[in-house]
């Protein structure tokens, strides 16, 4: 099993910026792939972005060139910076693994969440 842990959601106003990092645990592994996704409130759950082992990244087309995702393999976490904050990117944000062992498009394990709020 792998542990997903979120933090650095909050409360911040339209321009702003926030790092989001995600702590992994248990058996995880340098070749998942991890992302992110959010959900606001009575809206379905959207993709944010995608990290491969390899450092492969993927965008959803609402944060590009706005939010960048890397991860640190020594200490199993990867990150979300977010820049340039819109209202409309207020929802909780869900760290995700991939472990390829499922289907393809199929998150196995996912984050608690972290709520980000952006005031305008």
């Known amino acids: 099993q792998v542990q997903l842990v979120e933090s650095g959601g909050g409360l911040v106003q339209a321009g702003g910026s926030l790092r989001l990092s995600c702590a992994a645990s248990?058996?995880?592994?340098?070749?998942?792939?991890m992302g992110w996704f959010r959900q606001a409130p009575g809206k379905e759950r959207e993709f944010v972005a995608r990290i491969k082992w390899t450092g492969d990244e993927t965008y959803g087309d609402s944060v590009k060139g706005r939010f960048t995702i890397s991860r640190h393999n020594a200490k199993n976490t990867v990150y979300l910076q977010m820049n340039s904050l819109k209202p409309e990117d207020t929802a909780v944000y869900y760290c995700v693994c991939d472990t390829g062992k499922s289907s393809p498009g199929v998150y196995d394990y996912w984050g608690q969440g972290t709520q980000v709020t952006v005031s305008s």
């Open positions: 248990g058996r995880t592994s340098s070749t998942y792939a």
